[in-house]
């Protein structure tokens, strides 16, 4: 990346970080600038006298006439992205400074009413695109922006911070909704009932106002108290100032939708990727529908191919991969092929299907898109991750990792009733003949997921190969040969 990106300037709090990079690399940057204390390690192969520390570099800054320096214009490059690597090597990718405010200015329309008094809290990796556009938005509109340099204690802060708007990822809200479950499994029988009458009072209510139906006054007061007296206090969970949720990254199961609209959490689903600073889709808080990422964003032209494929066009859409000249995913007219599958309803909201190098086409000939089957895995409680497989064979099977509360040992005789009601409601070409539980989630660290929890299909096969053909041979002869695997005959 510091390659590709001809990097001439490097700042870091902890010199040792950078003990991977080539000595050559380093030597060809203008400044290395340490930003921590004078006790840090100064690297392998560093000596310390070649980094530039903060108290000098303040006081050489306060010398520097900035009006004499070079102006930029609206073409000039403003900031490199990397892609996240779902499918390979991660991709540079550069935009001008006037894409960069083309994005800050229809993220602040998306969300007009944040202001100086608004609180957002900044966990998500700031390799991530969306995430460092919204925190430009913020600088813009005012609100106070908390940075959380270890994403894995965000619950532990989110409470004080008490964001009006919480911006996460698919996982993170399953993670959240499974919590709650167990949360109120553990709580007294009466709690137990009251929590669940009033989240049952919101379904009703929520089910009436999706279908443009009238909610009967009656249940509209009921509901009101409940929520104030008794789901208020559930919602404290994510502090006191909440007004929605934001995901992107990949769709929402719509049970889990469902769900936190119901708690009085409303998630408005975003669609984005790195080859377009803008986002390409939004809900919004008055114009939304659940299971969609929302209408296309201002500034982007989107068009569904023959075969559901997603193009689009527009002033936020890059020029090309760093380093690669030959662009082709772009065509002569500018269009860009997304790789994502899709479908516009009658009223113009765009509904994610699929990804199209994700199309796991079996030896019998059928197309299945894995996303939905997954998120019906997902949806069991105890099922923790979930990957389909299936190219070029007969038949598909699934690998699962479980929480915590499920032991892999004891998996497939817990979740057995779970599990196939679940895949009732799935096609009959659609079901897995096998499902195999992993003894441990998936990771960033050993490379089965992207920074943006997104599966790496290709790692975890690799890494799990000898799982899936055990379960391969199990589908085989219609039963489990171990506790960790599930045969569906």
Not at 150 to 179: C, S, T
Not at 244 to 271: D, F, I, K, R
Not at 321 to 330: E, H, K, M, T, V
Request: with cysteine; charged share 20%; hydrophobic share 45%.
């Amino acid at each position: 990346m510091l390659a590709l990106a001809e990097v001439a300037a490097i700042a870091t709090t902890d010199r040792s970080t950078l003990a991977a990079v080539h000595r050559g690399q380093l030597s060809a940057c203008t400044l290395l600038l340490h930003m921590g204390d004078g006790s840090a390690d100064a690297g392998p192969h560093e000596a310390a006298s070649t980094w530039l520390e903060w108290p000098e570099f303040e006081q050489r800054a306060q010398a520097v006439d900035v009006q004499a320096l070079a102006q930029v214009s609206s073409t000039d490059t403003a900031t490199i992205i990397f892609t996240s690597g779902t499918t390979g090597a991660p991709k540079g990718i550069a935009y001008s400074h006037g894409q960069v405010c083309l994005a800050v200015d229809a993220i602040c329309d998306a969300f007009s009413f944040a202001n100086s008094q608004s609180r957002l809290l900044c966990w998500l990796p700031l390799s991530n695109l969306f995430q460092r556009v919204v925190n430009l938005a913020a600088m813009r509109q005012g609100p106070c922006t908390y940075l959380l340099s270890d994403p894995r204690r965000v619950m532990d802060v989110v409470a004080e911070v008490a964001p009006d708007i919480f911006i996460g990822v698919p996982r993170f809200y399953e993670k959240l909704y499974a919590g709650l479950q167990q949360n109120l499994a553990r709580q007294p029988w009466w709690a137990r009932t009251l929590v669940g009458w009033a989240w049952q009072m919101g379904r009703r209510v929520c089910a009436l106002e999706r279908t443009g139906r009238r909610v009967p006054p009656v249940l509209a007061a009921v509901e009101n108290l409940t929520d104030a007296l008794v789901l208020g206090r559930v919602r404290m969970l994510m502090g006191r100032r909440l007004v929605c949720m934001v995901s992107g990254s990949a769709p929402m199961p719509l049970h889990l939708l469902t769900e936190l609209q119901a708690l009085g959490w409303p998630v408005l689903e975003s669609y984005g990727m790195s080859e377009n600073i803008l986002p390409m889709a939004t809900n919004r808080l008055d114009l939304y529908r659940l299971g969609s990422v929302g209408r296309p964003v201002a500034g982007n032209q989107i068009r569904i191919g023959a075969d559901g494929g997603i193009f689009v066009k527009g002033a936020g859409v890059f020029k090309g991969y760093l380093g690669d000249a030959a662009n082709d995913r772009l065509d002569a007219q500018g269009w860009f092929d997304t790789g994502d599958l899709g479908i516009f309803d009658t009223d113009g909201f765009l509904t994610l299907t699929g990804r199209s190098g994700d199309i796991i086409k079996t030896s019998t000939g059928r197309r299945v898109a894995p996303a939905g089957v997954e998120a019906v895995l997902r949806g069991v409680p105890g099922i923790d991750h979930a990957m389909l497989v299936g190219d070029s064979r007969k038949c598909l099977v699934a690998i699962c990792t479980c929480l915590p509360s499920v032991p892999v040992e004891a998996a497939s005789r817990l979740l057995q009733g779970r599990l196939s009601v679940a895949l009732e409601s799935l096609p009959g070409h659609d079901r897995p003949a096998a499902i195999g539980f992993l003894p441990q989630a998936f990771s960033v660290e050993r490379g089965e997921l992207t920074p943006n929890l997104k599966l790496r299909r290709d790692k975890i096969a690799g890494r799990h190969a000898a799982l899936i053909e055990r379960l391969y041979a199990a589908a085989e002869v219609g039963r489990s040969p171990s506790a960790d695997i599930l045969v569906f005959a």
